[in-house]
């Protein structure tokens, strides 16, 4: 679960939440008035990690050159 603490509560404090942000794993969230404005996250330079949650998640384009939803056009005209 993700913490979430205000501004005021973070600014004094900023170098112990990067050490705990850094040491856990867990993100860290930072409200405005109530409503979340910044999230920190820990750093990660395993960029195989994020595209192969990509894997799979693209549709297949057969005919890249052709018009995309041209047997809809009229409807919507």
């Known amino acids: 679960m993700e913490r979430i ?3 005021s509560q973070f600014k004094p404090h900023a170098l112990k939440y990067f050490r705990d ?8 969230i ?9 999230k920190i996250v820990p ?3 395993d960029t195989q ?12 384009y057969t ?3 052709e018009p995309v939803g041209l047997d809809d056009w009229e409807s919507l005209q």
């Open 5 to 7: 603490i205000s501004k």
């Open 21 to 28: 942000v850094q040491k856990t794993g867990k993100p860290l």
């Open 30 to 38: 930072i409200s405005d008035h109530g409503k979340p404005v910044i």
């Open 43 to 45: 750093y990660t330079d």
């Open 49 to 60: 990690k994020i595209l192969d949650s990509l894997r799979g998640t693209v549709c297949e």
């Open 63 to 65: 005919e890249p050159l």
